[in-house]
């Protein structure tokens, strides 16, 4: 007789019926890979009668979360409900009662990751998180596993597809900001509130997670310098192509003797960089470690089945883990002390297009702006619009965040003429 794994679902969405496929099409190498037969028992949905896209035969639906997270028989539970306040309270009960968790729920992660990684391993449980930060990309195993002798310096990469498409389809396609969004959504990779992701706070939890594992760290969320997608005007890529130059929003983690710069921020990057050709809805990230050098793990970073697939391979783990009586050590570190780069020692170039009146002696009064801060440019373009408007697009060398802030400010007080602005960083030539 077959040995059999019971786990418990929180949530029948589109992930929650993803895992519940895969565990089904793959119950037999499931049971070669780990020698169990893992099966779901209970699914925890809002609502009992709605009509579901995956077979259920067998499964118990209840809208009580307490219904799985106190039945002795189950083993593991997936959650995949989302929010915050439920979610902890049923990853905490299921901890209390000695079971296994697996999550997808950036959001939680973000902030309670360290607290709840120190409670799993009190109860000698699993916490396993992969699918929180990119889909289907198996970036966290690559980290705990692949590079876990290894000390890791910067973590670069595209981590939410949703700007990733938005961003694409405006600069292939010449599309608007909102054309672009709307198609998003119709495709399903935006949700109908898309404001977490466009203006980059998706992104921010997720570099988050990944800065708290790559760097031992139990890094907050105000830690992070967040700028979003949501001012980025066509022009601003059709520009920047003539450049040579491609726009995506990165994030970036950087650490160097325990002092660390983190960001999310709309990055024109040098078309020849390896993040310039990730495209449409993919994630991409760089790791890279003071022995391997630099790793890339590439793939669909959301989508039903890519997102249940790392989900299920988090279950198979633990599923390992509690044949070798291992549960409980896999993720906690003991975090180290950080201190974070200010302003002044944080560099970029910088991409600026400013809109303003076509008055005489204009230009030599915004090349001042910079000159007043030492910052000396790389590129300046001028595009008359009309008798009134002239478009000043410049580039400049590398240059602290702290001078270019005090630039922008200055440049909003010449003369009252500027229109408007929009100003970009500038990456390196590689990752």
């Known amino acids: ?11 029948l969405g589109t992930v929650g019926s ?6 089904q099409e793959r119950r037999e190498k499931i049971f070669l890979d780990t020698g169990y037969e893992i099966r779901v028992k209970t699914v925890a949905v809002r609502d009992l009668e709605k009509e579901r896209d995956v077979s259920i035969d067998g499964i118990v639906l209840t809208n009580n979360l307490d219904d799985i997270t106190d039945d002795p028989d189950i083993d593991i539970i997936v959650e995949v409900m989302g929010g915050i306040k439920h979610a902890k309270q049923s990853i905490i009960k299921a901890f209390y009662n000695k079971k296994h968790v697996v ?95 466009v203006d980059g706070l ?30 980025v005007d066509k022009t601003d890529l059709k520009v920047a192509k003539k450049l040579g130059l491609t726009m995506k929003l990165v994030g970036k983690a950087e650490m160097s003797n ?37 790793v890339m793990f590439y793939g669909p970073g959301a989508g039903k089945l890519p997102t249940a697939s790392a989900v299920v391979s988090d279950v198979i783990s633990i599923v390992k883990n509690m044949n070798l009586d291992t549960n409980g050590y896999s993720l906690l570190k003991e975090p180290q002390s950080y201190i974070l780069k200010q302003d002044q020692e944080i560099f970029s170039k910088y991409f600026i297009r400013i809109l303003l009146k076509d008055e005489r002696g204009i230009l030599k009064k915004i090349t001042e702006c910079f000159m007043n801060q030492s910052i000396s440019l790389k590129e300046i373009i001028e595009l008359p619009l009309d008798d009134e408007l002239v478009e000043i697009v410049i580039v400049t060398h590398r240059t602290s965040r702290y001078q270019f802030e005090r630039t922008l400010r200055l440049l909003e007080d010449v003369a009252g003429t500027i229109k408007s602005y929009y100003c970009i960083e500038v990456e390196k030539e590689n990752a």
């Open 103 to 197: 999550t997808a729920n950036k959001d939680l992660l973000a902030s309670y990751s360290t607290e709840l990684l120190q409670l799993a391993h009190e109860n000698a449980c699993d916490l396993y998180y992969e699918a929180s930060v990119a889909g289907g990309v198996p970036i966290l195993r690559g980290l705990i596993d692949g590079l876990a002798s290894d000390h890791i310096r910067k973590i670069i990469g595209i981590i939410n597809g949703t700007t990733n498409y938005i961003l694409t389809k405006m600069s292939q396609n010449g599309w608007s900001y909102d054309q672009a969004l709307k198609e998003a959504q119709n495709l399903g990779f935006a949700e109908a509130d898309s404001s977490a992701d």
């Open 258 to 294: 325990s002092v660390i710069s983190l960001s999310v921020a709309p990055t024109l990057l040098p078309n020849h960089h390896p993040l310039s050709s990730v495209n449409n809805e993919y994630n991409a990230v760089y790791v890279h470690g003071q022995a391997v050098g630099e």
């Open 1 to 11: 007789m077959k040995k059999v794994i019971h786990v418990g679902v929180l949530g």
């Open 18 to 23: 993803g895992v519940i496929h895969i565990l």
């Open 202 to 231: 998706d992104a921010a939890r997720k570099l988050a997670i990944l800065a708290n594992l790559g760097f031992s760290m139990n890094i907050s969320l105000d830690d992070i310098h967040v700028r979003g997608i949501r001012h």
